[in-house]
């Protein structure tokens, strides 16, 4: 391999070991809950008497993308206020990128993510 080659391969390396990870946006609202998903949730309560919501399934085929976009929980509740759970909550990890978090089977993962944050000096909340 010629010295041009092997430095654009060190480029390339540096370049992704340096690289931000894509902001991931959850849907929070039920506008933002795909309708199929939607329908998927429907079909799956009018078919079977579930222990869980039909969004709470873990799938560790999925991509890290897919399980930013499933969604628990999309209902009323007593007020009649629509509510909307991600059933994968996505943190950056300092050793490993980005990672989904279940909510259910990641709990206590998640709990020790929210202890770290902080308040620093001027009260703005930091996460260390």
Do not use: F, M, Y
């Given at each position: 391999m010629n010295t041009e080659n092997s430095q654009k391969l060190?480029?390339?390396n540096h370049d992704k070991q340096n690289a931000q990870p894509a902001p991931i946006s959850q849907p929070l609202t039920p506008e933002a809950v795909s309708p199929e998903q939607q329908a998927a949730h429907k079909a799956a309560m009018?078919?079977?008497?579930?222990l869980l919501n039909p969004g709470d399934r873990?799938?560790?085929?999925?991509?890290?993308?897919?399980?930013?976009?499933?969604?628990?929980?999309?209902?009323g509740d007593i007020t009649g206020d629509r509510i909307v759970v991600p059933t994968y909550f996505i943190v950056d990890d300092?050793?490993?990128g980005q990672k989904a978090l279940h909510h259910i089977k990641d709990a206590e993962e998640i709990?020790?993510?929210?202890?770290?944050?902080?308040?620093?000096?001027?009260?703005?909340?930091?996460?260390?």
């Open positions: 060190d480029q390339q009018a078919e079977a008497d579930l873990v799938d560790s085929e999925k991509t890290l993308e897919e399980k930013s976009q499933q969604v628990a929980v999309n209902t300092p050793e490993e709990s020790d993510v929210i202890r770290q944050a902080r308040v620093d000096e001027s009260g703005e909340r930091t996460w260390r």
